[in-house]
Nanobody, 124 residues
């Protein structure tokens, strides 16, 4: 099955930008919905953004809509999360996830494969 590796996390100031990358290693012919989730200290893991296996349908959490953009690049087997206008409450460990031929839901239980996560800290 597909394996995922996230990168790009770090420390940024409020209002700043950051780009997260998720590189996938998959078998030829396999297609997956891809999503980003995040988990802050003391909080449950929450949905951030997703794109279906065709790359046609994109969905965002209300908390990030208009600030974050999920980008799919199938030629590089990669999915990116472009993060702008970052806030303190965006601080979390960010995970990418894959769902075999999935529609790109907001439910973490639908995703079979997860990356190890990358830390994003928004601080002045």
């Amino acid at each position: 099955q597909v394996q995922l590796v996230e990168s790009g996390g770090g420390l940024v100031q409020p209002g700043g930008s950051l780009n997260l990358s998720c590189l996938a290693s998959r078998r030829t012919g396999e297609r997956y919905a891809m999503a980003w989730f995040r988990q802050a200290p003391g909080k449950e893991r929450q949905f951030v953004a997703a794109v279906d296996w065709r790359g046609d349908n994109i969905d965002y959490a209300d908390s990030v809509k208009g600030r974050f953009t999920i980008v799919r690049d199938d030629f590089k087997n990669a999915v990116y999360l472009q993060m702008n206008s970052l806030r303190f409450e965006d601080t979390a460990v960010y995970y990418c996830a894959a769902d075999y031929y999935g529609p790109g839901t907001q439910s973490q239980r639908d995703y079979e494969v997860w990356g190890q996560g990358t830390q994003v800290t928004v601080s002045s």
